[in-house]
């Protein structure tokens, strides 16, 4: 688990720049705006990394994938306890697994039968934050963006305290890489109060920096479990 404080992060610092970096001047990355040429590495870096990540991830058997997600469920349940008394009666956003993200859908049920409000994330417009949907083990799930399963419409809206966010890759700075659609930082960029984010992934997903730019929104706390 990579929990420093958190004031001991200070924002908007950056590590050196990708690809050519030590060639770059120090001062080419610049934590009030976005310089076209950096951004342009950013994202190149960015879509290799990723796509690297995720081929890792296929390569897990199903036996490994189910001890692993085990081992976070178990992590997340500990933190609960710890920080939140277990979060009874508090709203958590959790996420349904695609792309080999870890499963913790055993979690989400245990969870709501100990009186957390499970919600889901989904699109419900397109290049607009997410919306949250409440979730119980009875909900009957309709397909949504990208296929995922999701709560229906008639679900009801909530804003959660707690967030569940799958890595694809992570840093020191407990700084998330996604899948580059920027939905999760622009979801949290217009929450007017911020949940207590919780990043999920794997152990050997980390990595030195994710070059963070300015849109990006560090976790609170990373949970992160083997699968070297």
């Known amino acids: 688990m990579n929990d420093d404080n958190k004031e001991d992060t200070p924002k908007g610092s950056y590590a050196s720049p990708p690809c050519l970096a030590h060639e770059i001047d120090p001062a080419y990355f610049d934590p009030l ?5 950096q951004w342009r590495d950013v994202t190149r870096w960015r879509k290799a990394t990723r796509a690297q990540l995720l081929a890792d991830r296929k390569s897990l058997g199903v036996a490994r994938h189910g ?11 500990e933190l609960l306890r710890d920080r939140f008394d277990g979060a009874a009666g508090m709203v958590l956003s959790a996420f349904w697994p695609i792309k080999g993200e870890p499963d913790l859908r055993s979690l989400m049920t245990r969870l709501h039968d ?6 889901m994330p989904l699109v419900e417009v397109k290049a607009a934050p997410l919306v949250f949907r409440r979730w119980t083990p009875e909900t009957k799930m309709i397909r949504g963006d990208w296929n995922i399963p999701v709560p229906p419409p008639d679900a009801m809206q909530l804003l959660p305290d707690i967030a569940l966010a799958p890595l694809v890759g992570w840093d020191n700075e407990r700084y998330r890489l996604g899948y580059g659609g920027g939905y999760f930082d ?12 919780i990043g999920v992934g794997y152990q050997n997903a980390k990595l ?5 730019q300015p849109h990006d929104i560090a976790m609170d706390v990373i949970l992160a479990a083997g699968n070297d």
Do not use: N
């Open 33 to 37: 705006a976005v310089d076209p040429v």
């Open 186 to 197: 622009r979801t949290l960029a217009a929450l007017k109060q911020q949940p207590f984010k």
């Open 114 to 119: 100990a009186g957390v409000v499970v919600a």
């Open 208 to 212: 030195p920096t994710i070059y963070p």
């Open 67 to 77: 001890a692993i997600s085990s081992m976070l469920a178990a992590q997340v349940e």
